[in-house]
């Protein structure tokens, strides 16, 4: 730090112009960039490497960006404010782009103006967001290349990204021949020119290049640093929303807890209740079977006189409605009865479900499991969070998750289908200025890249196919070019 600026290897006529730029990229701009400043300040970055054409940019996509662009200066279209030539004096375009077709400014400005016209509703930030979105997908964004030689001594180009490192001819930056992701690469070392990477498997030998230039080796040591500095920040951000759900997780498991108690003591008073209740329809049964044996003894005893009959027959009548009486309050406590047994079989019922509850909520450890895997390709320095306590653990199956699981899908659908609208009006775009091509003006990125598109090559899905070997194949076949 106490080295003078000018001591450095910077231009010696004045003024002397200093540029504040990121040195590492991203790999997700929309989960990385956090504040609004700091994603503004990118935008202008990547906006000016790709008008550079330090990133290689197709052109259809050019135009696309370009009016994500404008969006984010101009904001919502209005054709009586935005009237034809408002762009003139804008620099959105690669100059390769307007040089490779027949096509006048206002053309241009057309084509702009027709996508930026469906940016509306969008503030300048989601603008932003949407430009870095597209770019962070560009073969060669964030990558910085090196020139390399292998054992052989054949001449090849180093590309170091937040991805990892890659191995390209000189000719094709584009498409990388070998790749070797960051959690794949235990330690990096040099001696002077020449570079050791030795590969997380330690029954793998380490495979070495060379280098003319010694700021290689700095660039690609930081970068593995601000990698696990990204995957430590992730592993704090996992750990957060752990400690959250295992908050939620408890609260889950004390209301589950209270409902069982409930249920208990419910149960508990029902079952009393029933028992209570059949006790008395039996009483209430036994009464009217003696009423009706006090009924029968009354008519088998004679009575001769009139008065000592009539006062009979009202005994008798009396006796009956009183057996009635009876026989319908007993039926009346019988039913009652059946109805609390059928009410304390479903306390039981709710009883054995808050258990079964409960036991979800105490016995489920398929995420902490997940958790514990995932942080194995973390580096050794990394905290392990010890995130269990009192038997709790995430549970994938509750109710939240697939509520959660439900809007995830959605979310990818919308994506899915919005990508597909887009990619359809690229598809349009690039087939309505085909015609108007130089084809003698196409560079060999334009080649290159029209290549990969035929054969239905992106950037992630080049570099998923070549991580799919083994690391000790791409060892060989690297030390074989």
Not at 113 to 128: L, V
Not at 438 to 467: F, M, Q, V
């Amino acid at each position: 730090m106490d080295k003078k600026v000018l001591d450095h290897d910077v231009p010696t006529e004045e003024p002397v112009t200093f540029h504040f730029l990121a040195k590492f990229y991203p790999e997700n701009a929309e989960e990385e960039l956090v504040q609004e400043i700091t994603q503004h300040l990118f935008f202008l970055q990547v906006k000016k490497q790709i008008l550079d054409e330090k990133i290689y940019c197709p052109p259809e996509a050019s135009v696309l960006l370009a009016s994500y662009a404008v969006q984010a200066k101009y904001g919502d279209y209005d054709p009586n404010v935005h009237k034809r030539g408002f762009l003139a004096q804008e620099e959105l375009l690669p100059k390769r782009v307007i040089n490779l077709y027949q096509m006048t400014p206002e053309m241009w400005e057309e084509r702009i103006t027709a996508w930026y016209a469906e940016h509306r509703g969008r503030a300048r930030d989601e603008a932003e967001m949407e430009y870095l979105k597209i770019a962070q997908d560009l073969e060669m964004y964030g990558v910085n290349y090196f020139a390399i030689r292998n054992k052989k001594g054949t001449e090849l180009l180093l590309g170091v990204d937040a991805l990892g490192l890659h191995i390209y001819d000189p000719d094709n930056r584009l498409t990388p021949k070998i790749s070797f992701p960051w959690n794949e690469i235990r330690n990096i070392s040099y001696s002077d020119k020449e570079f050791t990477i030795k590969p997380l498997d330690k029954k793998i030998d380490v495979f070495k290049f060379n280098s003319s230039k010694l700021r290689v080796n700095k660039l690609m040591e930081r970068q593995r640093l601000a990698r696990e500095k990204q995957m430590r920040e992730e592993a704090e951000r996992k750990r957060d929303e752990l400690e959250r759900r295992l908050m939620q997780l408890k609260e889950e498991a004390t209301m589950a807890n209270e409902a069982l108690m409930r249920s208990e003591e419910t149960a508990d008073l029902l079952a009393e209740k029933a028992q209570i209740t059949e006790e008395e329809a039996k009483l209430l049964a036994q009464k009217a079977a003696e009423a009706e044996q006090e009924m029968q003894r009354i008519k088998a005893t004679a009575i001769r006189t009139e008065e000592e009959k009539r006062l009979m027959e009202q005994k008798v009548l009396e006796a009956e409605m009183l057996a009635l009486k009876m026989a319908e309050e007993s039926e009346r406590r019988a039913k009652e009865a059946d109805q609390l047994k059928q009410d304390l079989q479903e306390a039981r019922e709710s009883e054995r479900r808050a258990k079964q509850k409960l036991l979800e909520i105490t016995s489920k450890s398929s995420y902490t499991q997940s958790m514990n895997s995932s942080t194995t390709a973390l580096p050794t320095d990394l905290p392990s969070f010890n995130l269990i306590s009192e038997s709790l653990s995430f549970d994938f199956k509750d109710t939240d998750m697939k509520r959660l699981s439900m809007e995830i899908e959605k979310e990818k659908v919308e994506y899915m289908e919005k990508s597909k609208h887009l990619q359809e009006q690229l598809n349009e775009l690039k087939t309505e200025i085909e015609a108007l091509k130089l084809k003698e003006r196409e560079t060999a990125l334009d080649i290159l890249h029209n290549e990969n598109g035929s054969r239905g090559n992106s950037k992630h899905n080049t570099i998923k196919k070549l991580t799919l070997q083994s690391t000790k194949s791409r060892v060989a076949f690297f030390e074989e070019l």
